[in-house]
Each structure stands twice: as structure tokens, then as C-alpha cells.
Nanobody, 131 residues
Framework: QVQLVESGGGLVQAGGSLRLSCAASGRTFSNYAMGWFRQAPGKEREFVSAISWSAGSTYYADSVKGRFTISRGNAKNTAYLQMNSLKPEDTAVYYC????????????????????????WGQGTQVTVSQ
């Protein structure tokens, strides 16, 4: 059974940092991109960041660029999101997701920000940033 489990969320003051982790299990994720999405109260879930299967390409939403850094472990079944300079507007439930990149032409990445393209999802971890 495939599982993605997020951890590392919590309460932090504005300007602080958190590091989210995502542990994937149940299959091989070596050909999977890993992504982070978030959903704030009353809002739709939105793309935050993603990393390709090889870790050679990373992607960020404009709202987090320069503050968040995505990475993945050598075993390819873990992903991390280092979040610095946090703002109250970063408050949300953060979800980890996995996408099989073998389905797509190797030279394209149009799909990486589309949550509908992701195959597996975690349950989410709450991040709350106070003023």
C-alpha cells in the first residue's frame, strides 16, 4: 500500500523557519516527481513547489520563491521543504504528493504544477505562522 506521510509542521512566529518532510513507502519512487501543495482555510489547494525524479529540476510558486527550498533524499523516497522567512499568509495545511514522470515526454514539465496530475497524496501537516 502506497503511503506518503508528512511531518514537521507546527506553530512558528513570522520570520521563523520550518522544515517539512515527506516519507513515501509502498513502491519505488525513483521515477516520481515529488511536490508540495498547500490549502489555507477557505481557499483552494495551490501548488507550492516540486522536484523532478532526478532532483535535477525544481519548481516554485512565485509566492515562495527565494524563501522555500525543496530537496529529496538519495533514496528518492523522501522529500523535504525548507521554509524560511515564514509569513502569516503561509499558514495552511501542507500536502506532499508524488507524480509518475514516466508518463510524460522527458522534455516537458507543463504538468508539474497541476495537482490533478499527481498520483499519490499524503494526509497533510498543519503550518501556522503567527504575527
Amino acid at each position: 500500500q502506497v503511503q506518503l506521510v508528512e511531518s514537521g509542521g507546527g506553530l512558528v512566529q513570522a520570520g521563523g523557519s520550518l522544515r517539512l518532510s515527506c516519507a513515501a513507502s509502498g513502491r519505488t519512487f525513483s521515477n516520481y516527481a515529488m511536490g508540495w501543495f498547500r490549502q489555507a482555510p477557505g481557499k483552494e489547494r495551490e501548488f507550492v513547489s516540486a522536484i523532478s525524479w532526478s532532483a535535477g529540476s525544481t519548481y516554485y510558486a512565485d509566492s515562495v520563491k527565494g524563501r522555500f527550498t525543496i530537496s529529496r533524499g538519495n533514496a528518492k523516497n523522501t522529500a523535504y521543504l525548507q521554509m524560511n522567512s515564514l509569513k502569516p499568509e503561509d499558514t495552511a495545511v501542507y500536502y506532499c504528493a508524488a507524480l509518475n514522470q514516466e508518463r510524460y515526454y522527458s522534455g516537458s514539465d507543463y504538468y508539474i504544477r497541476d495537482q490533478n496530475e499527481y498520483d499519490y497524496w499524503g494526509q497533510g501537516t498543519q503550518v501556522t505562522v503567527s504575527q
